[in-house]
């Protein structure tokens, strides 16, 4: 198995900005000394949920702070910018980087984010899907040439190019059963955080994803199955909830509020009504029920029964732990590093 990190850079009230980007930069150097697989950020706009706008910048900034361990998006969230700047950007981190990029790729689905931005929830398909197009057409083609409804490109040249042939792999972000069989149709990644969602609901999707994939004839070898967990590795269940328990109900709080609100709640389609729904049970989350259903935490051995069924459970090849979660302590989170990889890690490799 593989394992990751992963930074969402939310900013509490008891964190500063520059202790947000601080910590995550040195976390992430220390994630590369450890031996973990990878580290993984995602971008986010207007509120304290995520502070980092351009995953570009801080990637670059990685890539230049480590030598081996890959870096990832989780996600771009495509729709948001244009495809023509967001292949170069990406391209740039992968020349930086020495061919270290997985790009994973979202369409989104905060309202508040799509009202600051001016973009229409309705068109977010249309505008990932034809940006995906591009993107790829501007990392493998001499010339991009495009007609679509959003974006009409001419015989242009786009530079630089990544090092990674003939691109940086690409991965799909997946809610939808529907979703997961497309993308293994079609031979892509995908990357999943089934944090609130049921086992048996992502047992489901993932074993459809596997069935396409090798249906499809793809390399069996290629086949990936990612999750994104919570994850805190403690001395004892006691001292765990201590360090955890205000950070991760901040977040479920937080989450309840991005998810629900809008600049115009009139123009939320019906495609993204269930992130609405959620947000009564988001808001009544207990550490107790997270600590139980949800997230990896405990002591080493907790968390290595945890994973172990997970990976017997729904097939995964890869965890990408969230450690650094909700304004969590740099030494809290440094210390719950260091005891899964000295202590879970090697179970599974």
Not at 126 to 153: M, P
Not at 206 to 233: Q, R
Not at 275 to 298: H, M, P, Q, S, W
Not at 319 to 341: H, K, T
């Amino acid at each position: 198995m593989k394992f990751g990190i992963f930074f969402l850079l939310e900013q509490p009230e008891w964190r500063t900005q520059e202790r947000v980007y601080a910590d995550a930069l040195a976390q992430a150097t220390y994630a590369e000394e450890l031996g973990y697989d990878g580290v993984w950020i995602a971008e986010h706009h207007f509120s304290e949920y995520g502070i980092c706008p351009s995953m570009a910048v801080f990637a670059g900034a990685l890539a230049q702070r480590t030598r081996t361990i890959r870096l990832g998006t989780a996600v771009t969230i495509l729709p948001f910018n244009h495809p023509i700047r967001t292949a170069e950007e990406w391209a740039m981190v992968d020349l930086l980087s020495g061919g270290r990029l997985d790009f994973g790729v979202g369409r989104g689905y905060q309202p508040g984010e799509f009202h600051g931005f001016g973009v229409s929830m309705s068109e977010s398909r249309e505008r990932f899907d034809e940006s995906l197009a591009i993107i790829k057409q501007a990392w493998t083609r001499d010339r991009v040439n495009f007609d679509g409804k959003h974006y009409q490109i001419h015989d242009l040249a786009v530079l630089p190019r990544p090092v990674q042939k003939p691109h940086p792999p690409i991965r799909i972000a997946c809610v939808s059963p529907d979703t997961f069989e497309q993308v293994a149709r079609r031979g892509e990644k995908f990357l999943s955080a089934p944090s609130i969602t049921p086992v048996t609901y992502m047992k489901a999707a993932y074993e459809t994803y596997a069935k396409v994939w090798l249906e499809e004839g793809h390399a069996p070898s290629e086949l990936e199955i990612p999750a994104l967990y919570f994850t805190h590795v403690g001395i004892d269940a006691a001292s765990t909830r201590r360090d955890t328990e205000r950070s991760i109900l901040w977040y479920f709080g937080m989450l309840a509020r991005v998810i629900a609100e809008s600049g115009d709640p009139t123009k939320v389609p019906a495609a993204y009504k269930f992130y609405a729904r959620a947000k009564a049970n988001l808001e009544t989350v207990t550490y107790d029920f997270l600590a139980n259903e949800i997230v990896l935490f405990g002591d080493a051995q907790q968390v290595i029964d945890r994973v172990s069924m997970l990976r017997d459970e729904l097939g995964l090849t890869y965890v990408i732990c969230w450690m650094n979660f909700g304004g969590l302590a740099d030494e809290s989170v440094r210390a719950s590093m260091r005891r899964f990889a000295e202590q879970v890690l090697p179970k599974f490799r």
